[in-house]
């Protein structure tokens, strides 16, 4: 990848004043030569923000989806309004029915929305792209697809189940990121990295043959983690040496204040919708 590339915050659980706060996440991604979205938020912040930010989501070449829960897909109808080009792709099982089911609340349905499962059903084949293994999008871009989960200490992050019952663990195995290969290395681009962020870079450097990782930007999901695996994450980061990160969305605030702590200006101090890292040459 030469030329420079811009990523942007659509949907964020924080943002400035003026633009619509929500608990999702959307990202813009323009080339210079053309424009991609990886994932829509829950619905409501999409639109205004895009038309806020100066983003004509016409533009957009492709729809990513990182996973199929709601707060990441629900303005998919709203997009392919203003978009009749573009394909959806997505991870196998990004449709199913799934489940949050935390122990001191009733069981919640926390996948698509019936009205994004009936926008996509009504795609043409031509517009709608089920990813089963790692793709380049462009040259220097790549999907991950379903990401292996090697480590041991990784897990979803929360109590997802395939049925209101708590019968059948969804291992949210659609789950999928978006890497950049930059002259400072790999940039990671997640939406909640449900995969485990480990799991997810090993992944991305396996495909690419690229281990320099440059940046890490998007959901981490470790809000709920625990304290071994939170050390080893940490642990596995420093390894890595990023030189910034931009955690988001899911991470969960006490986690993003234990990577200031532990990666000090590593660390974007402001993130939020809104928020553009400039990568490339």
Not at 94 to 120: F, K, N, W
Not at 234 to 258: N, S, Y
Request: proline share 7%; aromatic share 6%; net charge negative.
């Amino acid at each position: 990848m030469n030329s420079p590339i811009s990523i942007t915050l659509i949907v964020d659980n924080d943002a400035p004043d003026g633009l619509v706060v929500e608990h999702g996440f959307a990202a813009w991604i323009d080339t210079g030569e053309e424009c991609f979205l990886f994932d829509t938020g829950q619905g409501a912040a999409l639109i205004p923000n895009a038309r806020t930010l100066g983003f004509d989501l016409d533009r957009a070449s492709a729809l990513i989806l990182s996973h199929g829960h709601y707060d990441h897909t629900g303005a998919l109808p709203e997009f392919l309004a203003a978009n009749r080009h573009a394909p959806v792709i997505h991870g196998p099982g990004a449709t199913i029915r799934r489940y949050s089911c935390h122990p001191e609340q009733a069981p919640r349905q926390i996948g698509m929305a019936d009205a994004v499962l009936q926008a996509i059903e009504q795609l043409p084949p031509e517009r709608h792209t089920v990813l089963d293994a790692p793709r380049y999008l462009r040259p220097g871009i790549g999907i991950t697809g379903p990401v292996p989960r090697y480590s041991a200490f990784e897990d979803t992050g929360g109590p997802f189940f395939l049925d209101a019952e708590k019968t059948r663990p969804d291992l949210i195995e659609d789950d999928l990121s978006l890497w950049f290969e930059t002259t400072g290395g790999l940039v990671i681009l997640t939406g909640c990295c449900h995969s485990g962020i480990v799991n997810t870079v090993r992944h991305a450097q396996r495909v690419s043959g690229l281990t320099r990782i440059h940046g890490i930007i998007g959901g981490l999901h470790l809000l709920n983690a625990g304290p071994e695996r939170l050390q080893a994450t940490l642990e596995f980061l420093h390894e890595c040496a990023p030189d910034f990160l931009l955690p988001c969305h899911c991470t969960g605030a006490q986690v993003i204040e234990r990577l200031r702590l532990e990666f000090g200006e590593a660390v974007v101090k402001t993130g939020g919708a809104g928020r553009t890292i400039r990568i490339g040459n």
